[in-house]
């Protein structure tokens, strides 16, 4: 094979590649949008603000859908929409990111409970969004009683 083909060739490996890895491990929307890049914390924030549509759905167990979410399924769902794919398990999600502070709390970092048995999503002003029965789909304080006494930590995606 001459020099030039072989150039091309190991060029289009590259760029296929790269399509590849960029689609599978970067939640950057633009490639398949054309919109600019939206930074981390920008993209968190408008999932947690996406999260706050469902005010309301109903808790339903393994629920993932606007028909229905649990806390993990509403976390999934809220981050799968700005491209971002995560577990739906509240101690799996745990696992990703980085951990944060609650003093450094940011919108759209994810807040744990209850032995990681129960997460959701940081909006700011110490409230965040989550999915619990009763109830469903509602906002909370984390210095309510309940949240406060089983706080497990916070990660940024």
């Known amino acids: 094979m001459s020099a030039p083909r072989r150039a091309i060739l190991v060029l289009a490996l590259l760029l296929v590649g790269t399509g590849c890895a960029k689609q599978v491990l970067s939640p950057d929307l633009s490639a398949t949008t054309g919109a600019p890049a939206e930074s981390p914390s920008s993209r968190n924030a408008t999932a947690a603000r996406l999260a706050t549509r469902y005010l309301a759905a109903p808790y339903v167990w393994a629920g993932s859908s606007p028909s229905g979410f649990d806390c993990s399924g509403l976390v999934m769902y809220a981050f799968g ?74 990660r940024r995606l």
């Open 81 to 154: 929409q700005v491209g971002v794919a995560v577990p739906h398990n509240a101690a799996q999600q745990f696992r990703l990111g980085t951990p944060v502070d609650r003093s450094g709390l940011m919108p759209g970092d994810l807040v744990f409970f209850n032995q990681l048995r129960h997460n959701g999503i940081y909006l700011g002003d110490g409230r965040f969004v989550h999915s619990t029965k009763p109830g469903g789909v509602k906002i909370a304080r984390l210095d309510d009683d309940w949240f406060r006494t089983r706080w497990v930590g916070a």
